[in-house]
């Protein structure tokens, strides 16, 4: 009876993921704000530093790499990389124009794609996916409720400035057809990131389902941070 008892425990375990499994959704969902908290005010005053640090992560990755009890996480830390380079390159010079934001941030896209289809570091690869995927729906939203004229006008004024006109910006996201496509948006953000978790394998801790892990955090982290943006936007 203790036989059946714990394995009808491990198996109650394992259908909940391992805990690789989770701390690598949750990392990928906090790499995610990292840009956000240490990129975007990085960029403003040294571009250049932001665009080297690129190489920084990119040692760390291939150190990582080399350890097999480390490998999951250099596969990461190099899908980090790639976002992270695209990000220094758009937010460093091309910020003031909106229409090239998912172009530049998409420019790691053929590594990733070759890196995928060659099935190396599919973790790393899926995490850039998934940001994309996110920045990509954030940027659709933006310009179905017309906030891409609003987008030009807040980064060529100062910080202050900026604060001031941005509630009156997120107006039309107050909007009947702004909360439309919030929900809409939001709906295929979830679901999106939900799909590859529901089957039984990506359940199971094989190491080969962990990248779907990732790639849910990723998107799911997306969605938080420009959900946590809005809602304190909204309270000045």
């Given at each position: 009876?203790?036989?059946?008892?714990?394995?009808?425990?491990?198996?109650?375990?394992?259908?909940?993921?391992?805990?690789?499994?989770?701390?690598?959704?949750?990392?990928?969902?906090?790499?995610?704000?990292?840009?956000?908290?240490?990129?975007?005010?990085?960029?403003?005053?040294?571009?250049w530093l932001s665009l080297i640090a690129t190489g920084g992560w990119l040692l760390g990755s291939y150190g990582l790499l080399q350890q097999e009890r480390?490998?999951?996480?250099?596969?990461?830390?190099?899908?980090?990389?790639?976002?992270?380079?695209?990000?220094?390159?758009?937010?460093?010079?091309?910020?003031?124009?909106?229409?090239?934001?998912?172009?530049?941030?998409?420019?790691?896209?053929?590594?990733?794609?070759?890196?995928?289809?060659?099935?190396?570091?599919?973790?790393?690869?899926?995490?850039?996916?998934?940001?994309?995927?996110?920045?990509?729906?954030?940027?659709?939203?933006?310009?179905?409720?017309?906030?891409?004229?609003?987008?030009?006008?807040?980064?060529?004024?100062?910080?202050?400035?900026?604060?001031?006109?941005?509630?009156?910006?997120?107006?039309?996201?107050?909007?009947?057809?702004?909360?439309?496509?919030?929900?809409?948006?939001?709906?295929?953000?979830?679901?999106?990131?939900?799909?590859?978790?529901?089957?039984?394998?990506?359940?199971?801790?094989?190491?080969?389902q962990l990248c779907w892990w990732v790639f849910s955090g990723s998107v799911l982290g997306t969605l938080l941070v420009d959900s946590l943006f809005l809602?304190?936007?909204?309270?000045?």
């Amino acid at each position: 009876m203790k036989q059946t008892f714990q394995s009808s425990l491990r198996q109650t375990f394992q259908s909940m993921g391992t805990f690789q499994s989770w701390s690598l959704f949750s990392v990928a969902m906090f790499l995610v704000s990292l840009p956000v908290l240490i990129q975007a005010p990085l960029v403003r005053t040294w571009p250049w530093l932001s665009l080297i640090a690129t190489g920084g992560w990119l040692l760390g990755s291939y150190g990582l790499l080399q350890q097999e009890r480390t490998q999951i996480w250099g596969d990461l830390i190099f899908g980090f990389a790639l976002a992270w380079f695209s990000g220094s390159i758009y937010w460093g010079w091309f910020r003031a124009e909106p229409l090239l934001h998912v172009p530049m941030e998409a420019i790691g896209l053929p590594v990733a794609i070759w890196a995928l289809l060659h099935s190396r570091l599919r973790i790393g690869s899926l995490f850039f996916l998934g940001s994309l995927i996110g920045s990509t729906v954030t940027d659709i939203y933006f310009f179905l409720v017309d906030l891409m004229p609003t987008w030009r006008v807040l980064i060529q004024t100062d910080q202050t400035e900026a604060m001031a006109l941005l509630p009156q910006a997120l107006e039309h996201t107050q909007t009947p057809l702004g909360k439309f496509w919030a929900m809409v948006l939001i709906v295929g953000l979830c679901v999106l990131s939900i799909r590859p978790l529901l089957s039984t394998e990506a359940w199971s801790g094989q190491k080969e389902q962990l990248c779907w892990w990732v790639f849910s955090g990723s998107v799911l982290g997306t969605l938080l941070v420009d959900s946590l943006f809005l809602l304190v936007a909204t309270q000045f």
